[in-house]
C-alpha cells in the first residue's frame, strides 16, 4: 500500500475542522436544553458503544482493560467528554470555539515536548504564539467583565489538555485509528455507563426526542465514531503537532456560526480573538507540497 501523502492528511483534517465546528454548536444546544452534561454524556457513549461492539472482535486490545487503553478512555473518552460537556452549560460556545481547539497547539506542542521530545520549529512557535494571543485576548475580556463564565473556560481548557495528552500518546504508543475508537467507545461506556445509571442526575424525562436524537447522532455516530478514527488517522500522516494547528481553524467557524445559529453575540473582542487564532495557524503551517511528513 503506497504511503499517504500530506495532501490526504490536510483533507482528513479539514474534515475535521468541519466535524468540529458542528460539534461545538451541537453540544452548545445541548448545553441549554433540559438534558444535564451527564446525560449528553451518556447519550454520545451509548450510542458509540452500540456502533464500536460489533467491531470489537477485531480491533479491540486483549486484555481490553489494559493500562493503555484505559489511558485513552481515561483522557480522550471520559476526561474529555465530561469536562467538555459540562462546560457548555456554563459558557457560551464562542468560548468553546477559541479554548477547546484554539488551546490545542500549545497543549499538544508541551506533551509533544514531554512524552515524545519533539521541539517545536521558530515558524511554528511563532503561530502558537499568535494562537496564545487570541486565547488570552478572550480571557482578558471575561477578567474585564468580571462574568460569571470562567468556571466554564476553566472546564474547557481541562478538556483541551485532556485531549492534547490522548493525541500524543496514541501517537506515540502508535495504536491504529480504528483500534483508538474501538477501545476508547467500549471501555468510556463501560466506566461511565453503570455510574451513570446508578448516581448521576438525569434530566432524560424532561427532555424531547429531538433533543435526544440530536444529540445521539451527532455527539454518538459522527463525533465519537467517525470522528475519532478519522481524527487518529490525520495524525498518523501529519503528525500531532501540525494537526493541532489545523484544529485551531474550529474557532473562527465555530464563533461565526453561534452567532448565526445560536444567536450568541460576536463582539470585536471575539473577532479580533479569532483574527489571531487564525493568523497562527496560517503562519504556523506551510503548504502541504512543502512539508515533509514528522517523524
Same mark, same amino acid.
Given at each position: 500500500?503506497?504511503?499517504?501523502?500530506?495532501?490526504?492528511?490536510?483533507?482528513?483534517?479539514?474534515?475535521?475542522?468541519?466535524?468540529?465546528?458542528?460539534?461545538?454548536?451541537?453540544?452548545?444546544?445541548?448545553?441549554?436544553?433540559?438534558?444535564?452534561?451527564?446525560?449528553?454524556?451518556?447519550?454520545?457513549?451509548?450510542?458509540?458503544?452500540? @456502533? !464500536?461492539?460489533?467491531? %470489537?472482535?477485531?480491533?479491540?486490545?486483549?486484555? /481490553? &482493560?489494559?493500562?493503555?487503553? =484505559?489511558? +485513552? *478512555?481515561?483522557?480522550?473518552?471520559?476526561?474529555?467528554?465530561?469536562?467538555?460537556?459540562?462546560?457548555?452549560?456554563?459558557?457560551?460556545?464562542?468560548?468553546?470555539?477559541?479554548?477547546?481547539?484554539?488551546?490545542?497547539?500549545?497543549?499538544?506542542?508541551?506533551?509533544?515536548?514531554?512524552?515524545?521530545?519533539?521541539?517545536?520549529?521558530?515558524?511554528?512557535?511563532?503561530?502558537?504564539?499568535?494562537?496564545?494571543?487570541?486565547?488570552?485576548?478572550?480571557?482578558?475580556? @471575561? !477578567?474585564?467583565?468580571? %462574568?460569571?463564565?470562567?468556571?466554564?473556560?476553566? /472546564? &474547557?481548557?481541562?478538556?483541551? =489538555?485532556? +485531549? *492534547?495528552?490522548?493525541?500524543?500518546?496514541?501517537?506515540?504508543?502508535?495504536?491504529?485509528?480504528?483500534?483508538?475508537?474501538?477501545?476508547?467507545?467500549?471501555?468510556?461506556?463501560?466506566?461511565?455507563?453503570?455510574?451513570?445509571?446508578?448516581?448521576?442526575?438525569?434530566?432524560?424525562?424532561?427532555?424531547?426526542?429531538?433533543?435526544?436524537?440530536?444529540?445521539?447522532?451527532?455527539?454518538?455516530?459522527?463525533?465519537?465514531?467517525?470522528?475519532?478514527?478519522?481524527?487518529?488517522?490525520?495524525?498518523?500522516?501529519?503528525?500531532?503537532?501540525?494537526?493541532?494547528? /489545523?484544529?485551531?481553524?474550529?474557532?473562527?467557524?465555530? *464563533?461565526?456560526?453561534?452567532?448565526?445559529?445560536?444567536?450568541?453575540?460576536?463582539?470585536?473582542?471575539?473577532?479580533?480573538?479569532?483574527?489571531?487564532?487564525?493568523?497562527?495557524?496560517?503562519?504556523?503551517?506551510?503548504?502541504?507540497?512543502?512539508?515533509?511528513?514528522?517523524?
Amino acid at each position: 500500500m503506497p504511503h499517504p501523502s500530506p495532501t490526504q492528511g490536510y483533507l482528513l483534517a479539514l474534515l475535521i475542522v468541519v466535524i468540529w465546528s458542528g460539534f461545538v454548536l451541537v453540544a452548545r444546544m445541548g448545553g441549554v436544553s433540559p438534558l444535564t452534561p451527564y446525560d449528553v454524556v451518556a447519550i454520545r457513549l451509548g450510542t458509540a458503544f452500540l @456502533i !464500536v461492539l460489533p467491531l %470489537a472482535r477485531r480491533h479491540a486490545s486483549r486484555p /481490553l &482493560f489494559a493500562p493503555r487503553p =484505559l489511558a +485513552l *478512555a481515561a483522557t480522550g473518552g471520559l476526561g474529555y467528554t465530561l469536562l467538555a460537556f459540562a462546560g457548555f452549560h456554563l459558557a457560551p460556545a464562542s468560548h468553546a470555539a477559541v479554548l477547546l481547539s484554539g488551546f490545542q497547539p500549545f497543549a499538544v506542542t508541551l506533551f509533544c515536548w514531554l512524552v515524545l521530545g519533539e521541539r517545536p520549529s521558530s515558524r511554528r512557535s511563532f503561530g502558537i504564539l499568535l494562537i496564545a494571543a487570541g486565547a488570552a485576548l478572550l480571557g482578558a475580556r @471575561i !477578567v474585564r467583565a468580571g %462574568a460569571g463564565d470562567w468556571p466554564g473556560d476553566l /472546564l &474547557f481548557i481541562g478538556a483541551s =489538555l485532556c +485531549l *492534547a495528552f490522548y493525541t500524543v500518546l496514541a501517537r506515540h504508543w502508535r495504536i491504529g485509528p480504528w483500534a483508538v475508537t474501538v477501545n476508547v467507545g467500549l471501555l468510556s461506556a463501560l466506566i461511565y455507563l453503570p455510574v451513570y445509571v446508578l448516581a448521576l442526575p438525569k434530566g432524560l424525562a424532561r427532555a424531547g426526542w429531538g433533543d435526544i436524537a440530536l444529540q445521539a447522532a451527532y455527539q454518538g455516530v459522527l463525533a465519537a465514531v467517525l470522528q475519532t478514527a478519522i481524527y487518529m488517522r490525520a495524525v498518523q500522516i501529519l503528525g500531532p503537532s501540525r494537526m493541532s494547528m /489545523l484544529v485551531a481553524l474550529v474557532p473562527p467557524l465555530a *464563533a461565526l456560526g453561534a452567532a448565526l445559529f445560536l444567536h450568541e453575540p460576536l463582539t470585536a473582542t471575539i473577532l479580533s480573538s479569532l483574527t489571531l487564532v487564525f493568523l497562527g495557524v496560517v503562519v504556523g503551517n506551510k503548504a502541504p507540497r512543502l512539508l515533509p511528513k514528522e517523524a
